[in-house]
Protein backbone atom coordinates (compact mmCIF):
# COMPACT_ATOMS: atom_id res chain seq x y z
CA UNK A 1 0.00 0.00 0.00
CA UNK A 2 2.56 2.22 0.61
CA UNK A 3 4.40 2.04 -2.38
CA UNK A 4 1.16 2.44 -4.41
CA UNK A 5 1.26 5.57 -2.55
CA UNK A 6 4.81 6.63 -2.91
CA UNK A 7 4.24 6.13 -6.42
CA UNK A 8 3.98 9.57 -8.56
CA UNK A 9 1.32 10.02 -10.72
CA UNK A 10 2.39 11.30 -13.47
CA UNK A 11 0.03 12.98 -16.22
CA UNK A 12 0.12 10.88 -19.52
CA UNK A 13 1.43 14.01 -22.76
CA UNK A 14 -1.54 15.18 -23.79
CA UNK A 15 -4.45 13.47 -21.76
CA UNK A 16 -5.56 16.80 -21.08
CA UNK A 17 -6.07 17.99 -24.02
CA UNK A 18 -7.86 14.70 -25.52
CA UNK A 19 -10.14 15.27 -22.60
CA UNK A 20 -10.80 18.76 -23.99
CA UNK A 21 -11.53 17.68 -27.84
CA UNK A 22 -14.17 15.29 -26.38
CA UNK A 23 -16.26 17.89 -24.09
CA UNK A 24 -16.00 20.25 -27.42
CA UNK A 25 -17.46 17.64 -29.66
CA UNK A 26 -19.86 16.72 -26.95
CA UNK A 27 -21.07 20.38 -26.83
CA UNK A 28 -21.10 20.86 -30.39
CA UNK A 29 -23.17 17.95 -31.20
CA UNK A 30 -25.67 19.44 -28.54
CA UNK A 31 -25.70 22.61 -30.39
CA UNK A 32 -25.90 21.14 -33.99
CA UNK A 33 -29.51 21.21 -33.89
CA UNK A 34 -29.84 24.76 -33.15
CA UNK A 35 -27.27 26.19 -35.70
CA UNK A 36 -28.72 23.83 -38.12
CA UNK A 37 -32.77 25.39 -37.12
CA UNK A 38 -30.93 29.00 -36.94
CA UNK A 39 -29.19 28.81 -40.46
CA UNK A 40 -32.40 27.29 -42.35
CA UNK A 41 -34.99 29.37 -41.07
CA UNK A 42 -32.94 32.68 -40.40
CA UNK A 43 -29.82 33.28 -42.31
CA UNK A 44 -32.20 31.33 -45.22
CA UNK A 45 -34.59 33.94 -45.65
CA UNK A 46 -32.03 36.60 -45.01
CA UNK A 47 -30.44 35.84 -47.88
CA UNK A 48 -33.56 34.53 -50.26
CA UNK A 49 -34.55 38.30 -49.50
CA UNK A 50 -31.15 39.44 -50.96
CA UNK A 51 -32.14 37.11 -53.92
CA UNK A 52 -35.71 38.00 -54.16
CA UNK A 53 -34.78 41.76 -54.29
CA UNK A 54 -33.15 41.59 -57.53
CA UNK A 55 -36.80 39.65 -59.27
CA UNK A 56 -39.30 40.41 -61.21
CA UNK A 57 -41.71 38.45 -59.26
CA UNK A 58 -45.47 39.38 -59.41
CA UNK A 59 -46.55 36.98 -56.70
CA UNK A 60 -46.18 33.64 -55.39
CA UNK A 61 -47.88 31.54 -57.95
CA UNK A 62 -46.24 33.93 -60.90
CA UNK A 63 -42.99 32.90 -62.63
CA UNK A 64 -40.23 34.89 -61.64
CA UNK A 65 -36.91 35.88 -63.43
CA UNK A 66 -33.82 38.06 -62.74
CA UNK A 67 -34.09 41.50 -63.89
CA UNK A 68 -30.85 43.39 -62.41
CA UNK A 69 -31.10 46.65 -60.60
CA UNK A 70 -34.42 47.52 -61.73
CA UNK A 71 -35.92 47.33 -58.78
CA UNK A 72 -33.06 49.84 -57.10
CA UNK A 73 -33.63 52.20 -60.34
CA UNK A 74 -37.43 52.13 -59.51
CA UNK A 75 -36.64 52.40 -55.73
CA UNK A 76 -34.61 56.00 -56.32
CA UNK A 77 -36.88 57.44 -58.43
CA UNK A 78 -40.44 56.14 -56.62
CA UNK A 79 -41.80 59.26 -54.47
CA UNK A 80 -43.64 56.88 -52.47
CA UNK A 81 -40.37 55.77 -50.78
CA UNK A 82 -39.39 59.49 -49.61
CA UNK A 83 -42.81 59.99 -48.16
CA UNK A 84 -42.46 56.57 -46.65
CA UNK A 85 -39.02 57.42 -45.23
CA UNK A 86 -39.87 60.92 -44.12
CA UNK A 87 -42.98 59.19 -42.34
CA UNK A 88 -40.68 56.45 -40.49
CA UNK A 89 -38.18 59.13 -39.62
CA UNK A 90 -41.36 60.97 -37.65
CA UNK A 91 -42.61 57.86 -36.45
CA UNK A 92 -39.55 56.77 -34.88
CA UNK A 93 -37.57 60.19 -33.76
CA UNK A 94 -40.99 61.17 -31.92
CA UNK A 95 -42.14 57.72 -30.15
CA UNK A 96 -38.62 56.36 -29.38
CA UNK A 97 -37.62 58.79 -27.01
CA UNK A 98 -40.88 59.53 -25.21
CA UNK A 99 -41.55 55.63 -24.74
CA UNK A 100 -38.18 55.15 -23.81
CA UNK A 101 -37.64 58.06 -21.13
CA UNK A 102 -41.14 57.75 -19.95
CA UNK A 103 -40.75 54.03 -19.32
CA UNK A 104 -38.05 54.59 -17.33
CA UNK A 105 -39.25 57.01 -15.42
CA UNK A 106 -42.54 54.96 -14.82
CA UNK A 107 -39.92 52.39 -13.50
CA UNK A 108 -38.74 53.97 -11.09
CA UNK A 109 -41.98 55.22 -9.84
CA UNK A 110 -43.25 51.47 -9.76
CA UNK A 111 -39.88 50.91 -7.87
CA UNK A 112 -40.23 52.97 -4.65
CA UNK A 113 -43.52 50.58 -4.17
CA UNK A 114 -45.48 53.38 -3.33
CA UNK A 115 -49.61 52.07 -2.40
CA UNK A 116 -50.84 50.89 -5.38
CA UNK A 117 -47.98 50.09 -6.93
CA UNK A 118 -48.68 46.80 -7.62
CA UNK A 119 -52.23 47.42 -9.34
CA UNK A 120 -50.47 50.17 -11.24
CA UNK A 121 -47.96 47.48 -12.82
CA UNK A 122 -51.02 45.40 -13.68
CA UNK A 123 -52.73 48.17 -15.78
CA UNK A 124 -49.18 49.40 -17.06
CA UNK A 125 -49.22 45.11 -18.40
CA UNK A 126 -52.59 45.25 -19.71
CA UNK A 127 -51.21 46.52 -23.51
CA UNK A 128 -49.41 43.72 -23.85
CA UNK A 129 -52.20 41.00 -22.97
CA UNK A 130 -54.51 42.71 -25.55
CA UNK A 131 -53.59 40.96 -29.20
CA UNK A 132 -53.03 43.10 -32.67
CA UNK A 133 -56.72 43.11 -33.45
CA UNK A 134 -58.40 43.79 -30.00
CA UNK A 135 -56.01 47.18 -30.00
CA UNK A 136 -56.69 48.07 -33.74
CA UNK A 137 -60.65 47.58 -32.88
CA UNK A 138 -60.55 49.17 -29.26
CA UNK A 139 -58.17 52.78 -30.76
CA UNK A 140 -61.07 52.57 -33.62
CA UNK A 141 -63.53 52.82 -31.32
CA UNK A 142 -61.30 55.44 -29.32
CA UNK A 143 -60.53 57.67 -32.58
CA UNK A 144 -63.80 57.60 -34.84
CA UNK A 145 -65.93 60.24 -35.90
CA UNK A 146 -68.58 59.12 -33.68
CA UNK A 147 -65.34 57.64 -30.92
CA UNK A 148 -64.53 58.12 -27.18
CA UNK A 149 -62.23 61.80 -28.22
CA UNK A 150 -64.96 63.15 -30.22
CA UNK A 151 -67.58 62.57 -27.49
CA UNK A 152 -65.46 63.94 -25.01
CA UNK A 153 -64.51 67.01 -27.04
CA UNK A 154 -68.42 67.14 -27.46
CA UNK A 155 -69.46 67.03 -23.83
CA UNK A 156 -67.13 70.12 -22.49
CA UNK A 157 -67.82 72.28 -25.46
CA UNK A 158 -65.05 71.96 -27.51
CA UNK A 159 -66.99 69.67 -30.22
CA UNK A 160 -65.81 72.39 -33.24
CA UNK A 161 -62.61 70.09 -33.11
CA UNK A 162 -63.86 66.89 -33.72
CA UNK A 163 -62.79 65.06 -36.46
CA UNK A 164 -62.27 61.46 -38.01
CA UNK A 165 -58.68 61.44 -36.32
CA UNK A 166 -57.79 58.31 -38.19
CA UNK A 167 -59.16 59.70 -41.72
CA UNK A 168 -57.41 63.34 -41.53
CA UNK A 169 -54.25 63.39 -43.14
CA UNK A 170 -52.80 66.12 -39.94
CA UNK A 171 -53.96 64.07 -37.39
CA UNK A 172 -53.70 60.48 -39.12
CA UNK A 173 -50.08 60.03 -38.56
CA UNK A 174 -49.73 61.59 -34.76
CA UNK A 175 -52.83 59.17 -33.86
CA UNK A 176 -50.65 56.93 -35.22
CA UNK A 177 -48.07 57.86 -32.97
CA UNK A 178 -49.83 58.06 -30.09
CA UNK A 179 -51.18 54.36 -30.45
CA UNK A 180 -47.66 53.21 -30.80
CA UNK A 181 -46.64 55.55 -27.06
CA UNK A 182 -49.69 53.08 -25.70
CA UNK A 183 -48.75 50.28 -26.28
CA UNK A 184 -44.98 50.48 -25.60
CA UNK A 185 -44.54 52.49 -22.32
CA UNK A 186 -46.22 50.15 -19.80
CA UNK A 187 -44.62 47.32 -21.03
CA UNK A 188 -41.16 48.83 -21.13
CA UNK A 189 -41.55 50.59 -17.99
CA UNK A 190 -42.29 47.07 -16.21
CA UNK A 191 -38.96 45.68 -17.60
CA UNK A 192 -37.26 48.93 -16.09
CA UNK A 193 -38.99 48.20 -12.98
CA UNK A 194 -37.91 44.37 -12.79
CA UNK A 195 -33.61 46.11 -13.36
CA UNK A 196 -34.03 48.91 -11.15
CA UNK A 197 -35.33 46.54 -8.56
CA UNK A 198 -31.94 44.76 -8.18
CA UNK A 199 -29.92 48.34 -7.16
CA UNK A 200 -28.99 47.76 -3.55
CA UNK A 201 -31.12 50.43 -1.46
CA UNK A 202 -28.25 51.51 0.32
CA UNK A 203 -26.79 53.25 -2.94
CA UNK A 204 -29.98 55.55 -2.92
CA UNK A 205 -30.01 56.12 1.12
CA UNK A 206 -26.28 57.40 0.29
CA UNK A 207 -27.53 59.45 -2.18
CA UNK A 208 -30.38 60.98 0.01
CA UNK A 209 -27.70 61.48 2.52
CA UNK A 210 -25.72 63.76 -0.24
CA UNK A 211 -28.96 65.46 -0.54
CA UNK A 212 -30.45 63.65 -3.85
CA UNK A 213 -33.61 64.70 -4.79
CA UNK A 214 -35.84 61.39 -7.08
CA UNK A 215 -35.38 63.48 -9.70
CA UNK A 216 -31.54 63.02 -8.96
CA UNK A 217 -31.49 59.69 -7.86
CA UNK A 218 -33.10 58.36 -11.08
CA UNK A 219 -30.67 60.09 -13.47
CA UNK A 220 -27.58 60.31 -11.52
CA UNK A 221 -28.10 57.21 -9.65
CA UNK A 222 -30.08 54.52 -11.41
CA UNK A 223 -29.51 55.61 -14.60
CA UNK A 224 -25.74 55.40 -14.65
CA UNK A 225 -26.28 51.77 -13.18
CA UNK A 226 -28.67 50.35 -15.78
CA UNK A 227 -27.76 52.52 -19.05
CA UNK A 228 -26.52 49.52 -20.60
CA UNK A 229 -29.73 47.87 -20.33
CA UNK A 230 -31.62 51.25 -21.04
CA UNK A 231 -29.30 50.53 -24.17
CA UNK A 232 -30.75 47.16 -25.19
CA UNK A 233 -34.52 47.99 -24.26
CA UNK A 234 -33.81 50.97 -26.99
CA UNK A 235 -32.24 48.69 -29.33
CA UNK A 236 -35.57 46.54 -29.04
CA UNK A 237 -37.79 49.22 -29.04
CA UNK A 238 -36.64 50.74 -32.39
CA UNK A 239 -36.29 47.59 -34.31
CA UNK A 240 -40.31 46.73 -33.57
CA UNK A 241 -40.91 50.32 -34.30
CA UNK A 242 -39.28 49.66 -37.25
CA UNK A 243 -40.22 46.78 -38.66
CA UNK A 244 -43.61 46.06 -36.84
CA UNK A 245 -45.62 49.32 -37.58
CA UNK A 246 -47.25 47.53 -40.97
CA UNK A 247 -49.71 45.56 -38.29
CA UNK A 248 -51.11 48.82 -36.67
CA UNK A 249 -51.27 50.67 -40.01
CA UNK A 250 -53.24 48.25 -41.54
CA UNK A 251 -55.44 48.16 -38.79
CA UNK A 252 -56.10 51.91 -38.52
CA UNK A 253 -55.09 53.67 -41.86
CA UNK A 254 -53.82 51.11 -44.23
CA UNK A 255 -51.15 53.91 -45.31
CA UNK A 256 -53.78 56.59 -45.71
CA UNK A 257 -55.43 59.04 -45.77
CA UNK A 258 -53.04 59.54 -49.22
CA UNK A 259 -49.84 58.61 -48.40
CA UNK A 260 -50.17 60.33 -44.39
CA UNK A 261 -49.30 57.30 -42.83
CA UNK A 262 -47.17 54.78 -45.44
CA UNK A 263 -44.17 53.68 -43.94
CA UNK A 264 -41.42 51.45 -45.15
CA UNK A 265 -42.41 48.72 -42.97
CA UNK A 266 -46.22 48.84 -44.51
CA UNK A 267 -44.84 49.45 -48.41
CA UNK A 268 -43.09 45.81 -47.90
CA UNK A 269 -46.38 44.79 -47.05
CA UNK A 270 -48.31 46.49 -49.62
CA UNK A 271 -46.07 45.17 -52.35
CA UNK A 272 -46.03 42.10 -50.75
CA UNK A 273 -49.54 40.77 -50.40
CA UNK A 274 -51.75 43.72 -51.61
CA UNK A 275 -50.34 44.88 -54.83
CA UNK A 276 -48.34 41.57 -55.52
CA UNK A 277 -44.77 42.67 -56.75
CA UNK A 278 -42.47 40.56 -54.38
CA UNK A 279 -39.27 41.56 -55.52
CA UNK A 280 -39.98 44.93 -55.51
CA UNK A 281 -41.50 44.21 -51.68
CA UNK A 282 -37.85 42.62 -51.07
CA UNK A 283 -35.72 45.55 -52.33
CA UNK A 284 -37.88 47.88 -49.97
CA UNK A 285 -37.33 44.97 -47.65
CA UNK A 286 -33.47 45.82 -47.88
CA UNK A 287 -33.79 49.38 -46.85
CA UNK A 288 -35.54 48.60 -43.96
CA UNK A 289 -32.77 46.23 -43.32
CA UNK A 290 -29.61 48.60 -43.62
CA UNK A 291 -31.97 51.02 -41.57
CA UNK A 292 -31.99 48.53 -39.23
CA UNK A 293 -28.36 48.03 -38.65
CA UNK A 294 -27.42 51.75 -39.12
CA UNK A 295 -29.67 52.53 -36.22
CA UNK A 296 -28.44 49.21 -33.74
CA UNK A 297 -24.77 50.67 -34.54
CA UNK A 298 -25.89 54.81 -33.65
CA UNK A 299 -27.51 53.16 -30.61
CA UNK A 300 -24.84 51.28 -29.25
CA UNK A 301 -22.26 54.33 -30.05
CA UNK A 302 -24.88 56.77 -28.10
CA UNK A 303 -24.92 54.13 -25.04
CA UNK A 304 -21.18 53.39 -25.12
CA UNK A 305 -22.49 49.44 -25.05
CA UNK A 306 -20.18 46.84 -23.93
CA UNK A 307 -22.41 44.16 -24.67
Known sequence: MTAVLDTPVVARPGGGRKRGRTR?????????????????????????????????????????????????????????????????????????????????????????????????????????????????????????????????????????????????????????????IWSGLGFTGILFAARLSAIDNEIYAAAELDGANHWQKMWRVAYPIARDYFGVLTMLQYLWTLFGSAGMILLLTRGGPGESTSTLSWLVYRFGFRSPDVGYSQTIGLVLFVLGIVGLVIIRRVFRARY
Open 24 to 180: DRGLIVFALPSVIWYVIFTIGPLVAMFVVAFMDWAGLAAPASFNGGENLDRLFGDERILTALKNTAVHMVVSLPIIMVGAFMLGYFLNLKLPGHRILRVIMFVPALISLSAMGMLFVAVLGPTGLVNSALDEVGLGEHATAWLADPAWAMPSLILVT
